[in-house]
């Protein structure tokens, strides 16, 4: 990961690609559970 490699802290990570900190932790926290990110979406008719 970018950020781990890097040795950057989260704080700093999500204000260098301008995100809420809890949008991150929110998402990293869906991952490690095995969740999508998003969706799922309606089928299109």
């Given at each position: 990961?970018?950020?781990?490699?890097?040795g950057?802290?989260?704080?700093?990570?999500?204000?260098?690609?301008?995100m809420?900190?809890?949008?991150w932790?929110?998402?990293?926290?869906?991952?490690?559970?095995?969740?999508?990110?998003?969706?799922?979406?309606?089928?299109?008719?």
């Open positions: 990961m970018i950020r781990v490699e890097a950057m802290s989260t704080t700093r990570f999500c204000q260098l690609i301008d809420p900190e809890r949008t932790r929110r998402w990293q926290a869906r991952a490690g559970a095995g969740e999508p990110t998003r969706g799922p979406w309606p089928q299109p008719v």
